[in-house]
Nanobody, 127 residues
């Protein structure tokens, strides 16, 4: 059974940093896309960042480019999201997701294309 467990959320001030972690279990994820999405109150879930297989490219939504970095530790089956220079508008529940299609760059930013989801971790950025 696949499980994705996020951690690292919290309450921070604007300009601070946080690192989110997503520990995956149940299968090997090296060949798959691992991604982060977020959902703010009243908004739809939106794409944040993706790592396309363990040594593949990474992609970011425009609003986080230069501030967020996605990385993965294959030995630990864990994906991270380093978030720097946080803004109030980054406040949301952050979800880890996996698209279980090997070596594919299709739908990496599409929530409907993800096969597995974590339950999310809340990030609140205060002004």
């Amino acid at each position: 059974q696949v499980q994705l467990i996020e951690s690292g959320g919290g309450l921070v001030q604007a300009g601070d940093s946080l690192r989110l972690s997503c520990a995956a279990s149940g299968r090997t994820f090296n060949r798959f896309t691992m991604a982060w999405f977020r959902q703010a109150p009243g908004n739809e879930r939106e794409f944040v960042a993706a790592s396309i297989w363990s040594t593949g490219p990474t992609y970011y939504t425009d609003s986080v480019k230069g501030r967020f970095t996605i990385s993965r530790d294959n030995a630990k089956n864990t994906v991270y999201l380093q978030m720097n220079s946080l803004k109030v508008e980054d406040t949301a529940v952050y979800f880890c997701a996996v698209r279980a299609v090997a070596y594919s760059e299709i739908d990496y930013n599409n929530a409907a294309g993800m096969d597995y989801w974590g339950k999310g971790t809340l990030v609140i950025v205060s002004s």
